[in-house]
Every structure is written in C-alpha cells, then in structure tokens.
C-alpha cells in the first residue's frame, strides 16, 4: 500500500458503512480531510446502508460485523447490482474474511489498526480501477498449475482479454476461456480479479 | 393425524377388553371344587378332575358318583341334578372297593381375584396415562400416553378372560432375571438401550403372545370347560393382548430405522427415549405371565411393576441431568459469545480509535503498544467464539483451525472440505467444538500426518479427524465418561446436543479417527 495512487480531477465519493459510531465518525472526519475525497454519507445498518446506494458513491467503505448483521452479504448484493467499489475495514485480520472478500468481489481489505494511510491508499486504488489488499488471503498451491497456465495467469495479471492472451499463446479466446475454467478449479478461485490478485500476492509469477 | 389414529385405535381396543373382562368377570363360574361330573346313560360319574383339588388317587374320570349333597343320584329331582351338573355341589358319595358309600368333602379351590385385577388394570390405565401424558416419563414419550397405558393395562383387565396356570419356570425364564437386573440399574439401562437387547426383547414379547395361546388351549382349553367357544374366546383375547404387546416395539422399531445398523455409535439421546418404551412393550408379556403362572397371584405383577417404576425414575434423571448438562453447555455458548460480541463492538473498535490517535499525535511506541493490545483482544474474541463460524460458517473456520493447530504445534494438518452449503448454525458449532477437542488430542496423544475432513450441505455435515500413532487407548471411548478423559466426554456431548451420531475408532493400521455424522431429522 506504498504506491501512491494518482490523484484524480473530480473527488471520489465514498460512504462508510460501520455500526460503531465513533469509529465510522471518525473515519469519515478523516477521509473528508483528504483533497480528493467527498463523503457522500455514513450507515450503521444494512437498510441505511442501501439507501447509501441512491447517492452513488464510487466507493464504499464496509465493515464486515455490523452488530447482528453481516457485511458480507451486503457486498455480495451490492455486487451482484453491479454496485460501486467495495473496500471492507474489519477489526479482524483473518485469511479466510480476505477469501471471502475476494470471492464477494470486494476491491479492497483493510484492517482497522492499520495506519489510516493504508485506508486512503486503498479508496484511492479501487476508485482508479485497481485492487488493494492489506491483509493477505490464505494460500492456495498455485504449483498444481501447468506452465501453459502460468503463461494465461501471467497475461491476465497484465490486464489482457481473453482475445488478446489467444492471440499472444497462438490459440482461440475459446480454449484460453477453457485453460481459465480450469485454473479456477485447480486454485480455488471465482474471478479474474481473485486470480490476479493472489498471483500477485503470493508471488505465483515474476512481478510484472 | 397418525398421533389421533393411533390414540382412537387404543382407545377402542380399551373399550373392547373392558367389556370383554367385565363380561367374563360378571359370568364366569369359576370351578370351586374343581371336579365336574357328567352322566353316562343313567350313571352320574366323574368327568374331570383339577390336579389342584387334591383328590388324585382318590377320584379320577369315569369313578361312579352315588351321592351329591346328600340326594342318592336315583332320587335327584331335576334341580338338583342340572346343579350337579353345574359343579355346584360341596360333597359327593363314590362307591369303595367294599360297595360301601364313601363320602368326599370337597375343598374350595381359591376363588381368583378376578375382579381385583380387572380394577388394578383400571388404575394402571388411568395412572400410566396421567404419568406418561404429564411428561414425567420425558417428554418424548407424551404423545406414546395412550397407547402405552392401554398396551400396560389390557392384560390385567382381560384376566378375567381366561384361568390361572401353574408354570413357575415361566417366572423363572421371564420375571426373575428382569427382577435381578435392578440390581444393576445403571448397566440395565445401558443393557436395555442395545440394539441386541431391543430385538431380544422383541423375541420375547413374540413368544410371549404364542406361549399365551399354547398355555390357554392345551392346558385350559376343552378339557376345562364344557363350552368350546369359550376358549375359542380366550384364545382369541389372548392373541389380542399379545398383539398389544408388540404394539410399542413395533413403534420403537418403526421410530429407529438405524437401531441395528447403529450398534454403538446411534446418539444415545435418541436410544435413551426409547428405554421406557422397551419397558412398556415387556410389561404387559411380564404381568400376564406372572398372572397366568402364579394362578392370578399378584406378586409378581407388582415385583415387575417396582422394576419399571424403578428404571423408569432413573431413566429420567438421566434425561434430567443431560437436560441440565445441555442447559450449562449452552449458556456457557451464549456467555462466550456476548464475551466475543463486546470484546469486538467496544474494545476492539475504541482501540482502532486510540491507535488512529496516537498515529496522529506520532507517538509510534504507543501506537505499537496499542496495536498489539488489539491484536491480543482479537486472539481472545476468537478464542471465545471465532467470528469466521458465523460470518462464513464451519468450513473456513476449520480452514483457520487447521492452519493455527499447524503452526502452534509445528505438525502436518490437512483439511479436506467440501462445504458449498451451511447446515444449521448449532451444527456448525458443534462441528468446530468438536474439531477443536479432537485436533487438541490428535497433537497431544497421536503422530502426523493428521487430517481433517469436512464434507456439509444444507441437511447433513459429516466431519473425520485422523490421525496414525499412539492413539486413543482402546477402552477410552468407553471410559470417557468415568476417568476425567473430558475430551471425549465433551465431544459425545457436543455430538448428542445436535442428535448427531459420533464414533472413535482404532483402525489396525494405527492411529485414531474420530468421526461426527449428523443429519436432519
């Protein structure tokens, strides 16, 4: 989370979503101090939280256990309505939440501790189209790839389409889609993101 | 619907032996003397005699009869002679070897207390209704009420249907060794709750109701009474009463469609339910018997009765003390979960507060110091209730658990999961209790690799750990309960909650699997 994002010309609308009132305050008091960031509104329950949505924000910034309730349900539905960004700011740190979160379609994972930097960062890269995961996810055995599939994982970490890998490896959108199916398999993944993501992290390839 | 089905049938089958052992009880003549007499032609002579009238050697079939009740047979006066052949006489003359008259003073044979059973059948109706149906034999057997105060009382109000035996080996066979198994309550219970012992039971109540019908027709049929439907009758009711008897083990077979494929490893809850139904299901086999063999003594009924009532009350403080049992289990649940709850929703979030604070103000000793008491709240919330059980459920918790156990103890952990659906969140609990206990003993007492395996959907869960060395010494399960091995007693207990079935075994390769299966329903 060192890399500064770049800063964009419009400021990124973020809500925060926490049922503890002092800490979703506080965060929003300090994300209103960054220049490029406007904080549309806050919610400390799920139905708040929706209403959220009508302020389309670019960003949301959840926490996972909202008194009785569970945030990760919230990002699934917001996801699944192709919603804005999610990152979640947990008070915990455990791999399988990041799992979970990854599989969500979440963007982001940020512990509270964290210095606030990391969360500002972190609004700042999934507002520009990235991922920003500060606590890593449990680690899957990527040696169960063959290097065929290390070359497809290699490429869509570089952001490629599926016509654009085809094209590099000399072979149709339509078995890259079928090397996919099974990299998901084999790695226990559900999206381009997660793929990309864990490669990343978990060093499966040379850093690109 | 089934439940008031079942009660109108014993309902009606209540009524019908009511009747049938009033009836029998209002008309019945019982044979005082127990000799009867026919006539051959003009000649009055024996017909039969009871080997409890003490007259063998002295009488037998076709002795010639020349006096009753003082009339000389040739002066009788019609009366007389249609009593005479009623066997309502007191004393009869024969003829000796020298062609004098001899007199015989016939005793009264006991008059069976007919009627006292038949009352003591009411009562047991009446009583074992209001017990079972007020829940003081478990809850479980509540809507069993009718039925089983019917199945219990049938044969004592149909004795007056039929005569009293005399086969004390019956007793022996069927009551004493019931009677001596109270002195060992504990292991009865145990005993009676085995599969083995439920279709030994059922065996018994089988040839019960066919020892019923030999007894009534070979010893006391025809040759008792000079009317053949009435035996055909007693026959008949006998059956019925048989018949009744194998009612609750039939729902007891019907209600535990694993009982013998189970063995040892069906939940105890489950086979604990059913000792009372067992007991029910012998009683009436048990009473009629005692009945039948002590000629209508009520000694043994009762005895029977007292080992019921006996094992019954301790049946039900065992269901008490596994109520209260539960009842601690899961309020230390709830307790550790508000713990968890507060630990998170106050001092973890003030801490995120405090660190942002002091990251602030730049004193970076104190942030550190601030992060690492909230990374040690954490570790405590998870250890009271893990927060991935019920954000994500059992299969990502054991992820954690097995990756912790990993690296504290430095041993190989797998986990195999296959967990597209949540079962219940009781389960799910129980599932990772008894993960814990078990991977606690798999380090402590076994050898690597060991292994995890989860396999749940919606309606079953089904968890392994296996682990090859050491293990468990071979009577631990057994001892669990009696040696302070908690472990197991924990994970029994935990399985039991959910009505799951949990087995530990030694396979012969080595090593020690511990298995928990639970399904709906």
Known sequence: MTAEAPIPARPIRVAVVDDHAVVRDGTAALLEREADIEIVGVAGTLEAATGLLAQHPDVLVVDIRLGEQNGF???????????????????????????????????????KTDPFGNLVNAIRQVAAGGVAYSVLPTATDHRRLSLREIEVVTLIVEGRSNDEIGARLGISAKTVESHLTRIYERVHVASRTELATRAVREGWIEAV | ?????????????????????????????????????????????????????????????????????????????PDVRERSLHGDFSEIGILDPNGATKTLDLPDLPIPPIGFALLVGVALLVGIGLWVGRGLAGDGLRPLAISLAVASATPLILVPTWAPANAPLLIAAFALPMAARLVFADGFIAAITRP???????ALASMATVAHVVIVVAIYGLARWEIPSADLVSAI?????????????????????????NRA????????????????????????MGYVALGLGVSVPLLWLLVV?????????????????????????????????????????????????????????AAALARSIADRLREVCGDLRLPILDELGAGPALEWLVARVGETSGREVMLERVDAARPPADVELAVFRVA??????????????????????????????????????????????????????????????????????????????????????
């Not at chain 2, 490893?265 to 009629?288: C, E, F, K, N, W």
């Open chain 2, 265 to 288: 490893g069906m939940a105890r809850r489950q086979s604990d339910d059913r000792v009372p139904l067992v007991l029910a299901a012998l009683t009436p086999t048990i009473v009629s």
């Open chain 1, 73 to 111: 349900a919230f990002v699934r539905e917001v996801k699944e309505a192709g919603g804005p960004a999610v990152v979640i700011l947990s008070a915990f740190d455990y791999p399988q939440y990041v799992d979970a979160a990854l599989r969500l379609g979440a963007s982001g994972y940020v512990l």
């Open chain 2, 309 to 365: 009532v006996v094992v019954l009350q301790s049946n039900s403080r065992v269901d008490t003390l596994r109520i209260q049992r539960d009842t601690v289990v899961a309020a230390t649940e709830i307790e550790r979960a508000r713990l968890a709850a507060d630990l998170h929703d106050d001092a973890l979030q003030e801490m995120t507060v405090l660190v942002r604070r002091l990251d602030e103000v730049g004193d970076a000793d």
């Open chain 2, 237 to 261: 009711v006998i059956v019925l009463a048989g018949s009744i008897t194998l009612v609750p083990l039939a729902v007891l077979l019907y209600t535990t469609p694993h009982a013998f494929a």
């Open chain 2, 196 to 202: 083995a012992w439920q279709l030994i039971a059922a």
């Open chain 2, 1 to 77: 619907m089934r439940e008031r089905i079942r009660n109108g049938a014993a309902i009606t089958i209540a009524g019908i032996c009511l009747v049938l052992g009033i009836y029998s009880w209002l008309t019945q003549q019982p044979p005082f003397t127990g000799v009867l007499l026919r006539f051959d032609g003009p000649t009055l002579v024996v017909d039969k005699v009871d080997p409890g009238a003490g007259l063998t050697g002295t009488i037998q079939s076709g002795t010639v009869v020349t006096e009753v009740d003082g009339f000389l047979v040739k002066d009788m006066t």
């Open chain 2, 436 to 521: 814990q206990e078990a991977l606690a003993n798999a380090v402590t007492h076994g050898a690597p690799p060991i292994t995890v395996r989860y396999d749940a959907a919606a309606t079953r869960a089904s968890l392994s750990i296996t682990d090859h060395g050491g293990g468990l010494s071979a009577d631990a399960a057994a001892a669990a309960g009696r040696s302070g091995h908690y472990g197991l007693l924990n994970m029994r207990q935990r399985a039991e909650q959910i009505g799951a079935r949990i087995d530990f075994r030694r396979p012969a390769d080595g090593g020690t699997v511990i298995g928990l299966d639970w399904a709906v329903g």
